[in-house]
């Protein structure tokens, strides 16, 4: 199993919570190339970030071995894989989460950008075809291990996601829109 989205989406707190139900191990693949040679510290936007891809990919290789719980929201890393779920959360919930966690102002407009435009979302329907999105904005933790789990059992439908609407009859586009230029980024 595979669990990605954008960073903050809460990927590693569902691997942890899964791979017990699952009897298996959690497997962060961000976490597993810090102690590579593959990846480099960004100091400006307090991250890292992939130099080789091919070669982080072989370093990874061994980790994903099937049955693992796998997360990352680098999904170039991942080849084979049985479910994939994408977990998506709106918006404006998620830039004061990933505000609130002290990033830099670009770091968190980046990947607010990025769950906008469905950038995780695309990449992973565009490598594998059938993946699950699931909208974690009002649900707990709990509510939604329970519903991965349900998804596990075959009863999973695909949740329609579209936060660029959201955004903008919200007015959060042009919120983030205008820190967007302030951050030099449009």
Same mark, same amino acid.
């Given at each position: 199993m595979f669990i990605t989205? $954008? +960073?903050?989406?809460?990927? $590693? $707190?569902?691997?942890?919570? &899964? !791979?017990? &139900?699952?009897? $298996?191990?959690?497997?962060s693949l961000g976490e597993a190339l810090l102690? @590579? +040679? %593959?990846?480099? %510290?960004v100091p400006h936007l307090d991250t890292y970030e992939i130099v080789d891809m091919e070669k982080a990919k072989r370093y990874v290789k061994p980790l994903l071995s099937k049955g693992r719980v796998l997360e990352t929201h680098v999904v170039e890393l991942v080849d084979d894989v049985d479910v994939v779920f994408v977990l998506r959360k709106a918006p404006d919930v998620l830039y004061a989460e990933l505000a609130k966690r002290g990033w830099p102002t670009r770091?968190?407009?980046?990947n607010v950008w990025a769950e906008i435009l469905d950038v995780v %979302?695309? !990449? !992973?329907? #565009?490598?594998?075809?059938k993946v699950f999105q699931i909208d974690v904005t009002r649900r707990s933790p709990e509510e939604t291990s329970a519903l &991965?789990?349900?998804?596990?059992s075959g009863e999973c439908v695909d949740e329609e996601v579209d936060w660029?609407? %959201?955004?903008?009859? @919200?007015?959060f586009l042009?919120?983030? #829109?205008?820190?967007?230029? @302030?951050e030099g980024l449009s």
């Open positions: 989205g $954008t +960073p903050g989406v809460g990927k $590693t $707190t569902q691997c942890k919570r &899964l !791979a017990p &139900l699952l009897h $298996t191990e959690c497997i102690s @590579s +040679p %593959y990846v480099k %510290y770091k968190v407009v980046e %979302y695309v !990449a !992973a329907r #565009e490598r594998w075809g &991965l789990m349900k998804c596990l660029l609407s %959201y955004a903008e009859r @919200s007015g042009d919120f983030i #829109e205008r820190l967007s230029r @302030s």
